[in-house]
C-alpha cells in the first residue's frame, strides 16, 4: 500500500487540509473511525484506508480507499516504509520512566549540532510512534523517538518504525504491569526495540537489563553502561535536581559524548537548559479571554496540537494566535509560513499577531487579519486591552521571544490560589469508565454544581470533545451558560420549575418530568407555544430515594397523558438510587432495580417506541453491573473518587487545589495565634500564613490541627483558627521560603483525607472551593 497524502490523519477531529490528508479508520475502544469517513469525505478527505469489508466504498466515488486487516498495522507498516527512505541517526528510546524529558533534552542539547525531528509531547504509542516517524524530513539529521508498550509484542513493531540506530533504556520501574507476567518479560519486551541499534546506553545500575542484553543486542553493538556508584564525569547543574532528574540527565551526557561535544562544551549546554513543561494550559485572562500558555515547544508539529486544543475551546468563539518566528525546522522559509498560514487558516483562527522579523518578512502568506511586529517589546507597547476581547488567545513563542511576558500582561490577576484541574486525568477518568461499562452503554455525565467545583464551561467542552450522550446539570441556569459557551450536546435539567420552561426551550435543553402537577404545567405550556414541536423529557420514577419522581399510583395517569400527548417524546426514564455505596443496603438497592424495571416497563408500555432506560449513578454503575441499563449517570468517578478499591486505583485527580505562603514568622511559645487566641503554642514555633481562608473553601472545621498542608512534601498542621481569607500552619520542623507552593488537596492529601478529617463527603469539599478561586486547565501531554 503507497499512501499519497501528505499527512496522516487517526482522529477526525484534527482534521487540516482535507485534500492533502489519509484517514485511518480504526477500530478502537470508544469510537469507530469507519463512522466519521462520511463526514470526512464530505469535508474534502479523498483517500482512507478501512477495515471493514462491508463500508460501502461505493457511495464515495472520487474517493481512494485502501482495504487493509488491521488500520493500525498498515498505519505502521506506512511510517515504517517511510522512515525506511532516510539514512541518519536515529535516537529510539524507551523504559518506564523519563523517556518524555530525556527526548525533549536531547533535542535542546543537541540543537546546536543537528535539525532534528523528534516525537511530539509523549507520542509513544501504537499510533503516536507512526505519526511521529512519518514526520521525518529530508532537511533532518537526526530523529528522536520514544517508544512505550502495554501489551507483550508491541515494541517489535515499533521498532521497524523507528529503525534506532542509537538506543536509550532509561530505566525499569517497579510498578505492577498487568499485561506482562513479571519484570524480566518486561524487560525483554522494552529491550526488543534495540536488535538493530550500534549504540545502547543505560544505567547498568540496573543488573537486570544487563542480564538479558546478549540475546537481543548485535554482537559488535557499543554499550555504553554508565553507573552511578562510578563516577564518570564531574558536570554540574545550577540548581539542585533529583535523583531521576539526574539520572535522565546522565543518559543525555552519554549521547553528547558519543557525537563528540567536548566537555565544557557538555557544561555550557547543560547550564542553559530548562525545564521540561508538557502542560498545556487554560486560563483566564483579561477582557473575558482565555489564554492558551504554550511555551513548551516551538515546531510545526506543536504549532499544530496547540492549534487543536485552542479549536477545541468553544467558549468563547473568536480565536487569537499570538506566534514568534518558528525557529530551526530546517524547512525553506517561504514555505514554512505558507504552512503555518494554512495551518492558521484550517484551524479557524480568526486572528494572528506576529512577532519576529521572519514572520514580518512572510506576512503576504496570510489571508487572516494579522499585525505583525518585530519585537515583542513593540508588540507590548502598542498592545491595547481594545485589540481583542472574549477571545481564546494562544500564546506561542521561541524561548528568545520571552512570551512569559506577555502571558503575565493578559492574565488575570487574582491572589495565589488556584484549583489546577488536570484535563488529562478527566479523559482518563471518563475512558476508564467507559471501558468497564463497555460501548453499547451511553453515558450522561453530571455537570451539576459548576461541574463539582471542577469549571462547568471547560468540563463540559472536554465531555464533548469526547462525545457523551448527555451532560445534565441542576437547574436550567447551568443549561443555559453550557449553551452560551458553544456546548451542543444534549443537556438534561433536574430541576425545573414551571417559569423557567420558556428558558428551556428557547435554549433546547432537557427537562426532568417528575410529577403530576410539572407534567400538566409542560403540557399547557407547550400548547401555548405557536409552533407544534416534539419536546423531549427525561421521566423520574420514585423507587425509593423519594426526593423526585412519579410514584406508583401515578404511573396509569400518567400512560394516558402520554398517548394523549405526543408531543412530549419521552427520551429517557429514571431513577436515582439511595445508598448504592453502601454494602447494608443492597438488599434495598436490589429492591430499587426490580421496582425501577416495573415502573419502566409500564410507562413503556404506553408509549409505540422505546425511550432510554438508565439507573445507575457512579457506585451504582461499579457495584450493580445490572444495574446499568442502557445509559449509566457518570458523576463523581469522573472527578477521581470510587466506591470500590479496584477503580480507585485507576482513577486520577484531577483537580489540585494549591495556595502560597504569604509570610512566616518565629512566634515564642508564649505568645497564641490567630483569632480568639486558639492558636496555642506548646513550642516556639515558626508559623507560616497561606492565601486560603473559609471563604476560598477551605472549611473552618479544618480549624486547630485537624486539617494539614504540603508543603515540600511534608504534612504542616493548621494553627488557631481559620481565618475568611487566610490560615496559619505551622512549618516548625520543615524548611521553606515565603512565596513557596503550599498543596491544599491534591494527590495528598486527597479530598477524600480532608473529608475524612472533618466527617464530610469528598464532593463537598471540592464543590465547596469558593468560585473567586482562580481555575487554571492543563492538558499533561499525550
Ligand atoms: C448527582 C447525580 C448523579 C451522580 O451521582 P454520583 O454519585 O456523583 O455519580 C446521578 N444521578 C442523579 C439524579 C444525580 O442527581
Given at each position: 500500500m503507497k499512501i499519497s497524502a501528505r499527512y496522516l490523519l487517526t482522529?477526525?477531529?484534527?482534521?487540516?487540509?482535507p485534500a492533502e490528508s489519509a484517514f485511518f479508520a480504526i477500530h478502537g475502544p470508544h469510537h469507530d473511525?469507519?463512522?466519521?469517513i462520511a463526514e470526512l469525505y464530505r469535508k474534502g478527505v479523498r483517500e482512507f484506508v478501512l477495515?471493514?469489508?462491508?463500508?460501502?466504498?461505493?457511495?464515495?466515488?472520487?474517493a481512494v480507499f485502501h482495504r487493509v486487516p488491521n488500520a493500525i498495522h498498515a498505519l505502521q507498516e506506512v511510517a515504517a516504509a517511510h522512515r525506511r527512505e532516510f539514512s541518519l541517526p536515529v535516537i529510539g528510546i524507551t523504559g518506564s520512566n523519563g523517556k518524555t524529558i530525556v527526548k525533549e533534552w536531547l533535542a535542546q542539547l543537541l540543537a546546536p549540532d543537528f535539525v532534528i525531528c523528534k516525537s511530539p509531547k509523549?507520542?509513544?504509542s501504537q499510533i503516536g510512534v507512526p505519526l511521529s516517524v512519518w514526520?521525518?524530513?529530508?532537511?533532518?539529521t537526526l530523529g528522536i523517538f520514544e517508544a512505550g508498550i502495554?501489551?507483550?509484542?508491541?515494541m517489535a513493531r515499533l521498532e521497524a518504525v523507528i529503525r534506532p540506530t542509537i538506543g536509550i533504556f532509561t530505566n525499569i520501574g517497579s510498578a505492577h504491569d498487568e499485561?506482562?507476567?513479571?519484570s524480566r518479560q518486561k524487560i525483554r519486551e522494552k529491550l526488543a526495540?534495540?536488535?538493530?541499534?550500534?549504540t545502547f546506553i543505560y544505567c547498568s545500575d540496573f543488573e537486570e537489563i544487563t542480564k538479558e542484553l546478549g540475546d537481543f543486542l548485535k554482537p559488535d553493538c557499543q554499550i555504553v553502561g554508565w553507573s552511578?556508584?562510578?563516577?564518570w564525569h564531574s558536570f554540574t547543574t545550577q540548581t539542585n535536581i533529583s535523583d531521576a532528574w539526574w539520572e535522565n540527565l546522565n543518559h543525555c551526557i552519554a549521547v553528547l559524548r558519543h557525537f563528540g561535544v567536548p566537555d565544557e562544551e557538555i557544561q555550557r549546554r547543560i547550564y542553559a537548559l530548562r525545564p521540561v513543561s508538557m502542560r498545556l494550559e487554560l486560563k483566564e485572562g483579561i477582557n473575558g479571554c482565555y489564554l492558551i500558555d504554550d511555551s513548551y515547544n516551538n515546531d510545526l508539529v506543536g504549532l499544530r496540537m496547540a492549534l487543536d486544543f485552542q479549536a477545541n475551546q468553544?467558549?468563547?468563539p473568536h480565536k487569537v494566535v499570538i506566534l514568534s518566528d518558528v525557529l530551526q525546522?530546517?524547512?525553506?522559509e517561504a514555505e514554512l509560513y505558507r504552512q503555518i498560514a494554512r495551518l492558521l487558516k484550517d484551524k479557524g483562527v480568526n486572528q494572528l499577531i506576529g512577532i519576529g522579523d521572519a514572520l514580518r518578512r512572510n506576512q503576504?502568506?496570510?489571508?487572516?487579519?494579522a499585525k505583525f511586529f518585530a519585537t515583542t517589546e513593540e508588540f507590548l507597547d502598542r498592545y491595547?486591552?481594545?485589540?481583542?476581547?472574549?477571545s481564546v488567545v494562544l500564546i506561542k513563542g521561541a524561548?528568545?521571544?520571552?512570551f512569559e511576558d506577555i502571558v503575565r500582561k493578559l492574565s488575570l490577576r487574582t491572589h495565589g490560589t488556584v484549583l489546577e484541574v488536570n484535563l488529562d486525568a478527566l479523559s482518563h477518568n471518563l475512558n476508564y469508565f467507559r471501558e468497564k461499562i463497555g460501548r453499547q452503554t451511553k453515558v450522561v455525565v453530571m455537570v451539576k454544581a459548576f461541574a463539582y467545583g471542577s469549571g462547568i464551561e471547560e468540563v463540559a467542552n472536554l465531555l464533548q470533545f469526547h462525545r457523551v450522550d448527555y451532560l445534565a446539570v441542576a437547574y436550567p441556569d447551568e443549561g443555559v451558560r453550557l449553551r452560551k459557551a458553544g456546548i451542543r450536546l444534549p443537556i438534561i435539567v433536574l430541576n425545573v420549575s414551571p417559569d423557567s420552561f420558556q428558558q428551556v426551550y428557547d435554549y433546547q435543553l432537557e427537562p426532568e418530568i417528575y410529577s403530576p402537577r410539572i407534567w400538566n404545567e409542560l403540557v399547557s405550556f407547550l400548547a401555548r407555544q405557536d409552533e407544534s414541536v416534539v419536546f423531549p423529557v427525561h421521566l423520574k420514577v420514585d423507587t425509593?430515594?423519594?426526593?423526585?419522581g412519579f410514584e406508583d399510583q401515578h404511573l396509569e395517569w400518567l400512560g394516558g397523558q402520554l398517548q394523549a400527548h405526543?408531543?412530549?417524546?419521552?427520551a429517557s426514564i429514571f431513577s436515582h438510587l439511595?445508598?448504592?455505596?453502601e454494602e447494608q443496603h443492597d438488599a434495598f438497592t436490589r429492591e430499587q432495580i426490580a421496582r425501577y424495571t416495573r415502573m419502566s416497563d409500564t410507562i413503556i408500555s404506553y408509549l409505540p417506541y422505546r425511550p432510554i432506560r438508565h439507573l445507575a449513578n457512579s457506585p451504582g454503575l461499579a457495584r450493580f453491573?445490572?444495574?446499568?441499563?442502557?445509559m449509566v449517570r457518570l458523576g463523581k468517578g469522573l472527578y477521581g473518587t470510587a466506591v470500590l478499591p479496584e477503580d480507585q486505583e485507576n482513577l486520577k485527580t484531577v483537580g489540585t487545589l494549591k495556595t502560597v505562603i504569604s509570610q512566616i514568622k518565629q512566634v515564642p511559645a508564649t505568645e497564641t495565634v490567630g483569632y480568639g487566641r486558639k492558636?496555642?503554642?506548646?513550642?516556639?514555633s515558626v508559623i507560616a500564613t497561606i492565601a486560603i481562608g473559609y471563604a476560598d473553601?477551605?472549611?473552618?472545621?479544618?480549624s486547630r490541627g485537624t486539617g494539614k498542608v504540603l508543603i515540600n512534601g511534608q504534612l504542616c498542621p493548621v494553627v488557631g483558627n481559620i481565618c475568611m481569607d487566610m490560615s496559619m500552619v505551622d512549618v516548625t520542623d520543615i524548611t521553606c521560603a515565603e512565596g513557596d507552593e503550599v498543596i491544599?488537596?491534591?494527590?495528598?492529601?486527597?479530598i477524600r483525607d480532608l473529608a475524612a478529617w472533618i466527617g464530610t463527603i469528598p464532593y463537598e469539599i471540592l464543590t465547596?472551593?469558593?468560585?473567586?478561586?482562580r481555575r487554571v486547565f492543563y492538558r499533561e501531554g499525550n
Open positions: 482522529d477526525s477531529r484534527q482534521l487540516s487540509a473511525g469507519h463512522q466519521y477495515e471493514d469489508a462491508a463500508f460501502p466504498v461505493g457511495d464515495f466515488p472520487d509523549s507520542y509513544n514526520q521525518l524530513q529530508p532537511a533532518d502495554s501489551q507483550p509484542g508491541e499485561a506482562f507476567a513479571d526495540l534495540f536488535t538493530q541499534v550500534d552511578k556508584k562510578q563516577p468553544q467558549e468563547r525546522t530546517g524547512m525553506e503576504m502568506a496570510f489571508a487572516i487579519p491595547r486591552t481594545t485589540d481583542f476581547s472574549d524561548r528568545p521571544f520571552h425509593g430515594m423519594h426526593r423526585l405526543p408531543e412530549v417524546r419521552v439511595a445508598a448504592a455505596d453491573p445490572e444495574a446499568r441499563f442502557d492558636g496555642v503554642l506548646t513550642r516556639d473553601g477551605y472549611d473552618r472545621k479544618l491544599v488537596f491534591g494527590d495528598f492529601p486527597s465547596s472551593v469558593g468560585e473567586r478561586v
